[in-house]
Each structure stands twice: as C-alpha cells, then as structure tokens.
C-alpha cells in the first residue's frame, strides 16, 4: 500500500520530530520546519524522529540548533508552497526582515551556523550567511578583511607575501 | 571564520563582485588558491564598431556598466584619442602600446617594439595577441607579435609551408622590461608551400584564442596557428571547412576551450556550425562538430529594427544617461532561462552577417551571442537551444572580431 499523501499531520496536528544536539539537549519541532535540512528529511521522510526515539546531531551544539530551528520554523511555511511563488510581497518583506535581522549577530555564531547549515544541508540557511559574510568583506583591503574576519596579524613572512603579490599583479587585481 | 572549510569558503567569495575578489586573493595563500578555483564568469563584452574608427563599446547590464570603465575614459585621451581594441584576454584588453584592465581602471603600458616596421600604432606587418592567464600563479600577461606579412623571398623559393620556424616578439609582464624576439619550430609535417600561401595570407583581421597556455591564431584560410609560449614550438591545424564565399568564420574560446564556428547562408536560410578543438589523441588535433543548427526562428523573432528591448543589457553606460531604476545585483547573469524559438512557414529575408552577425561566445559556457536587425542582442544556448534577449546594442559591429 501506498502511505498516505500528506503523511504527516493525519489527524489534523503536525506530525512533530526530536532532534538531540551534541550536548544532549531534545528540541521538539515540526517535522515540516525539520524537513528544511536535506539531511533531516530523509530520515525524517523514512519515519525517523517520532515518539521517543530523537535524531542525534553530534555536531551541533545546543545553541547553534536553537538558532538553526529559530530560522527553520520561520522559513516552513514558505518553503511549503515550493519557494512561496503566491507569497504576498508583505510576506516576502517580512521573511526579509527577519533574515536581516537573524544574522546581526556574532561571529562566532556566524561561523557555527554555516557550519550547522552546512552540515544539515539547508541551503537557504547556508546562502543567507555566506552572503552575509562576502557583505563583510565588500569594500575592503585585504588587511582589513583580515581585521574584520578577527585572522592574528599576518606573520612577517605572511606579510611579505601579501605585498609581493600585491605588487606582482596588484595592477591587474587591485 | 578562520577555520571555514574550502566549499564554503568558495561560496563566500563567489559572491564577490570582481574588486572585492581581487582583495581578498591577498587576504591568504589558502584564499587565492580558494579564488581561483571558482568558475570565472561573464558580466559583458566589448564590441568593435565598423562606423568611427573601430571604437570600442561595452555591452553589459547597468550595475556592471557603472562598475566596469567600459567607456575606456580612464585612458590617456591625449595619447590615445578614440581607443582602439586590438585584442583582449579573460578580462584583460590590448590597446595601441598599452595593456588595460577596465575593471580595475588600470593601464600598463608596452615597452616600445624594436622593429622599426611596425609603429606602436599602425599594424601593418604584425598583428598583436595578448596571452594572459588569471588562473596561473602568479598571473602574468604576454603579448605576442605576430607577422603575417610572409617575406618576398621565402614565397619566391618555394619553401615549404608551414615554414620550418617562425619569428615572433614576445613581451612578457613576469620577465619585463623589453620585446623578446622568439623563433618558434614547427611541430608536424609540411602541406604545401608559401608561394601557394600568399594568396589567402592577407591583411584583414585575424582573432585569436588564449587557453592553457597556447596562443591559438585564425589566419585566413581559416586555419589555425597553434603557438606554444613554453615551448617554443607552433603548428598549423586545418580549418574544420573550406573556405567559401560568403561564409563568415569565427574562432572563439569557450567551455572545452578553442571553438570555430561558420554563420552562413544556406538556401536563404541562416546556418551556424561549431566545432571545438580536441587534442585527446597524443598531441593530435581533431576538430569535432558541436552545432549544426538553423538560426532561422531566431530571425524571425526579431525582424525588425527596434528601439526597445525586454532585456536589461545596454551599451555604454552613462552616469546620467540611465534614466529608469535599475536594480544593484552582483549575481551573475542568468545565461541559461530562455525560451525555445520555433521556425514559421515564411521565409524571412535576411543578411548574413548584417542583419543577423554572430558577436561571438560566452567564454566559459557552450552559449552563442548573436545581434539581430542591428540591435537586439540575443544569448542562444547550443545545448538547451534556449534564446534569450539581453538587450540593444545599436553598433554595427565588426565583423568576427568581438571580445568578450
């Protein structure tokens, strides 16, 4: 027999996932929101998740999942109607707002969530960090990048590299 | 943000638009060799006009329009007066004396050329070919002078052709200051000899193809002089057609490298063939047949002369002469949407090579340009067969000589 169309949500609730971070905190979210990460869905698709059992993710970290999930939840719906073509353009103005707003954060917490989107392959997530991090880098000399980015100060050999290619062919690329 | 892996690193960088990128290829040596993994891409070209001394215009959408110096305004208007293009390479244009990055408003100028025959200006018996390479590390330019004028006596004594070696000048950014005059030797066996050669070896424009290291010359009779800059050594490869009267040919580089294509008119119809160069076979050269496809529903989309266009591309960018919104997008075009044309019953009346001119190819995907009616531009994907409208470039261009 073929499963059901919709197979989550039968009975009208949205069928709900577990998922376990490194430091073994459960978070509980909809299976839908979960399904956003390529890696999730398929175990998730096989049935994976329910009831008592969890998905183990060792390589995120409670925060991080916290903050992953936070932009999953708000991303489902869209995601739902296969890229949100019917979305209202105050729908789209709102999802750009919160994704504005989602990566004024941190560095470090910047470098944890591509990772995580990396990992749990959820593509927007990773495409709206890496944009956010190449706005950082925008307009900037390479010593400046260095600085932004928090890289130690170039070692003098370091150093010298960067101004031998500065001036081999900083012409061409400047 | 150290520690982030290369794929990842690659997505942050591949959002740069080119300035950026270039800075951050000095940010580290892990950065530059993650930079110049990432696929090169193509915001516009230039297209040399056969009205006003072969001006130069550049081609693109307007946000690369205002970022890129395509109006060539940055060079020396004294010196140069109407800038000229003699050749160009992954970016990099050859101007009269002088070598010119238009992204980055940069000029360096040429050493002058030891052959008191050629003037820096007037080319007439060398044509000049730049070889530049952004992948190699470090990237470092050559410009290579090429006779075509073969020598009087060597067609009187019926040396044989290919001539046993052949003599260039080579400038080279690395080595700097001066010309290097290079002999290189022939590679494969004779077919014939000059004085049979004299007749096709003509003055006329001659494009050239730079990839992996190889400096690939159109000559007359549409076959192909192979120059390898690191070794010393040329060889000529047969055109992949005879040459035939009113058969327009073009050599261009694209995704698998060197490419030719043939833009005729076959009973009325337009055609357009493409091959590109294969040298799978131990240092055999093959030239295997890509495209052979009617252009003929691409005519008959855009018969007309227009003024408007539904693509977003526009020639010479002008600060003050953009008069709609126009959005700031750093992403590259997307050259493979487009619709599939199909023929109509009526014969559309058309000129090859006036009213339909090919301009050229996308540098590193199978993608064909094409103007129409003397204006529109259209994309036309040999592999999806999708067409694309990009915009008006109102130029008459010049014939098989494009840069992209």
């Known amino acids: 027999m073929a499963a059901p169309e919709s197979g989550d949500g039968n009975n009208g609730a949205a069928r709900m996932v577990t998922l376990i971070s490194s430091d073994n905190t459960r978070f509980e979210v909809e299976a839908a929101a979960a399904s956003l990460s390529q890696t999730l869905q398929l175990t998730i698709l096989d049935g994976g998740g329910g009831g008592g059992d969890g998905i183990p993710l060792p390589n995120v970290d409670s925060a991080t999942l916290s903050k992953v999930l936070e932009y999953c939840i708000k991303h489902a719906p869209a995601a739902a109607n296969g890229g949100a073509p019917n979305a209202t353009a105050v729908d789209r103005a709102e999802l750009e707002r919160f994704d504005n707003e989602f990566v004024n954060i941190d560095q470090s917490v910047l470098y944890s969530l591509i990772m995580a989107a990396h990992n749990l392959e959820i593509e927007g997530l990773q495409s709206l960090v890496a944009k956010k991090v190449a706005d950082m880098i925008k307009g900037k000399s390479p010593m400046e990048i260095r600085r932004t980015l928090g890289f130690p100060d170039p070692t003098p050999e370091e150093q010298a590299e960067m101004n031998a290619h500065m001036l081999e062919y900083g012409w061409a690329y400047e | ?404």
């Open chain 2, 1 to 404: 943000m150290e520690l982030l892996p290369d794929d990842l690193l690659a997505d942050v960088l591949g959002r740069l638009p080119p300035c950026d990128l270039a800075a951050s290829r000095c940010v580290r040596k892990r950065w530059c060799g993650v930079a110049d993994l990432l696929p090169l891409r193509l915001d516009g070209f230039f297209c040399l006009s056969v009205e006003l001394d072969r001006l130069a215009h550049f081609f693109a959408r307007p946000s690369t329009g205002r970022r890129v110096g395509g109006g060539l305004d940055f060079v020396d208007a004294d010196e140069f007066d109407r800038p000229s293009i003699l050749d160009h390479c992954n970016g990099l244009l050859l101007l009269p004396g002088l070598v010119v990055n238009p992204a980055t408003r940069r000029c360096a100028p040429l050493p002058p050329f030891p052959d008191s025959r050629c003037g820096d200006d007037v080319e007439v018996y060398a044509r000049r070919f730049l070889a530049f390479d952004p992948m190699a590390s470090p990237p470092h330019y050559q410009v290579v002078s090429v006779p075509f004028v073969l020598r009087i006596e060597e067609c009187m004594s019926g040396e044989e052709w290919p001539l046993l070696s052949y003599t260039a000048h080579v400038f080279s950014s690395r080595k700097g200051s001066s010309w290097e005059e290079r002999t290189f030797v022939r590679e494969g066996e004779a077919f014939g000899t000059c004085a049979g050669m004299l007749s096709d070896w003509t003055t006329n424009d001659r494009h050239a193809v730079y990839w992996r290291g190889v400096l690939y010359v159109h000559c007359q009779d549409y076959s192909v002089m192979r120059i390898t800059l690191s070794n010393d050594k040329y060889q000529m490869i047969k055109s992949p057609a005879e040459k035939k009267q009113g058969v327009i040919a073009y050599l261009g580089k694209s995704e698998k490298g060197v490419y030719s294509a043939l833009l005729w008119e076959d009973d009325g119809l337009p055609r357009f063939r493409v091959w590109f160069l294969s040298d799978s076979c131990g240092g055999h050269m093959d030239w295997i047949l890509k495209s052979d496809i009617s252009i003929q529903a691409v005519v008959q989309n855009f018969p007309y002369y227009s003024e408007r266009s539904s693509g977003p591309w526009i020639v010479n960018y002008r600060e003050d002469g953009v008069n709609q919104a126009w959005e700031e997008d750093e992403s590259e075009w997307d050259f493979h949407s487009g619709v599939i044309l199909h023929e109509t019953k009526d014969k559309a009346a058309i000129s090859v090579g006036s009213d339909l001119v090919f301009l050229g190819f996308h540098p590193y995907k199978e993608i064909a340009f094409f103007q129409l009616s003397h204006s529109t531009v259209v994309s036309y994907h040999l592999n999806t067969l999708n067409v694309q409208e990009l915009g008006l470039l109102n130029v008459r261009p010049i014939i098989s000589k494009s840069a992209a």
